[in-house]
């Protein structure tokens, strides 16, 4: 069975920084992989994908995302960081294209706080 | 904002009680899931649709009850809860099941 991993459960970061958010998958062949936000109240929203080709993947919002195999890793990136990317971060991966919208197994989740 | 739509935004209910959750998506999507979500926690899958047939039950107490009346809508039947179904119920939709999802804001569940 497939898994996820966020290490950080917070991050702090102030306006106008980067930001990185890791996330290691466990799955024996290439996983599809997602990034989603979810912001206090609201819904979780798909930042971006990745199912294959090109290893570093762009998103909505700013985000961008690279894929490394021989880490098994997913990580977010944002260049420069605004209040307003203050939420909860989830890492997601499927076993299949078939199942992509089936069996989402999703992280635990890192909060990102935004320093003025 | 978000094209899936759910009502209520909110929702009390004792134990007797019985409620129903509602989504809509206007996306021509044809799967459609439910997932509850507790404070501090990711989704869990609950329900899969597809077509209007439920393909995927993560083996959910039967005092839930998902209804698919069609293409557009799923319900959530609320019967008998416990507290600890407390919870933001999320519904989301996709083209199909291979296609990434879309979400709706959820109903934030309270059971006194």
């Known amino acids: 069975a497939q898994s996820v991993t966020q290490p950080d459960i917070h991050i702090t970061v102030s306006e106008g920084a980067s930001l990185e958010l890791r996330c290691n998958y466990s799955y024996g062949a290439t996983p599809y992989l997602f990034w989603y936000v979810q912001s206090p109240g609201q819904g979780l929203q798909l930042l971006l994908k990745?199912?294959?080709?090109?290893?570093l993947v762009q998103g909505i919002k700013g985000f961008e995302a690279e894929f490394k195999r021989s880490q098994s890793s997913f990580n977010l990136r944002k260049p420069s960081v605004h209040w307003s990317d203050a939420a909860e971060y989830f890492c997601a991966v499927a076993p299949s294209l078939e199942a992509a919208g089936n069996k989402l197994t999703f992280g635990g989740g890192t909060r990102v706080l935004v320093k003025p | 904002d978000t094209e899936v739509t759910q009502t209520p935004k909110h929702l009390v209910m004792g134990m007797t009680n019985k409620k129903s959750l509602k989504c809509e998506q206007h996306?021509?999507?044809?799967?459609m899931y439910w997932y509850k979500q507790k404070a501090k926690k990711p989704p869990e899958l609950m329900f899969v649709y597809s077509y209007e047939k439920l393909s995927i039950n993560e083996s959910v107490p039967s005092r839930f009850s998902p209804e698919c009346p069609n293409s557009s809508l799923l319900n959530l039947h609320l019967h008998a809860l416990q507290p600890e179904d407390s919870a933001l119920y999320l519904c989301?939709?996709?083209?199909?099941?291979?296609?990434?999802?879309?979400f709706g804001d959820g109903t934030r569940l309270s059971i006194l």
């Open positions: 996306m021509g999507h044809r799967a």
């Open positions: 989301a939709s996709s083209q199909d099941t291979s296609q990434p999802q879309h």
């Open positions: 990745y199912f294959s080709g090109d290893t």
